[in-house]
């Protein structure tokens, strides 16, 4: 029984995935060595925790702008030889500019993981709800969207946009809120981005 387990826990360790967001083939710009010795490198967003990463890529990586590439050193097809941790200001301006590219993605490949964060916001304290975190949601409508989630749990991003009055573009309302908790250092709450001090 332990086997089923350990092949049970197999896929998880192995579907850590990245999005790519910048490629450089030849290595970064202000690296002065000769070519041959730049690896071509990536910048990417983790999927699950939406870390900013470093990858150093093989010799025969082939890897395009948005791509999902496993990250996991047990993936057969590695095409990374090193991962790194970054922080915002370390990402290209490309990386930058496809930044919001990329959540959008990520959240598009996992539609209902984000839904349920509709479904199952929580209060943080007396005062603010986890809700009141997203851009343009005051105290109005984060009742509304609990009022509708007590009656039926939401299934889809249109489900929200449908019953919740006031709510347009459930989905890019957590892309502009995701994205501020990658950029931002400072911020007190944090619902999406687990950043380690």
């Known amino acids: 029984m332990s086997n089923t387990e350990d092949d049970a826990s197999e896929p998880e360790a192995a579907s850590r995935e990245a999005v790519i967001v910048d490629y450089l083939p030849h290595g970064r710009p202000d690296d002065t060595r000769p070519q041959y ?3 071509a490198l990536a910048y990417a967003l983790e999927t699950e925790t939406f870390d900013l990463l470093e990858l150093t890529l093989t010799e025969d990586a082939d890897v395009n702008i948005v791509d999902r590439i496993p990250i996991d050193e047990a993936a057969d097809d590695a095409v990374i030889e090193d991962v790194t941790d970054i922080e915002y200001d370390d990402l290209s ?3 930058v500019s496809e930044l919001e590219y990329a959540v959008e993605a990520i959240i598009d490949a996992d539609e209902q993981r984000f839904v349920d964060f509709y479904n199952d916001a929580q209060p943080i304290s007396l005062r603010l709800h986890q809700l009141n975190l997203l851009p343009g949601i005051g105290k109005k409508l984060r009742n509304n969207v609990l009022d509708e989630r ?3 749990p939401f299934d889809s991003f249109a489900d929200v946009e ?3 009055a006031g709510l347009h573009n459930p989905e890019e309302v957590l892309v502009d809120r995701i994205v501020e908790e990658i950029r931002e ?3 007190k ?3 999406f ?3 380690e001090e």
Do not use: I, M, P, W
Request: aromatic share 4%.
């Open 150 to 152: 007590k009656r039926e």
């Open 193 to 195: 981005v687990d950043r």
């Open 37 to 39: 010795q730049k690896a």
């Open 93 to 95: 301006n490309s990386g």
């Open 185 to 187: 250092d400072d911020l």
């Open 162 to 164: 449908d019953r919740v």
């Open 189 to 191: 709450y944090r619902t």
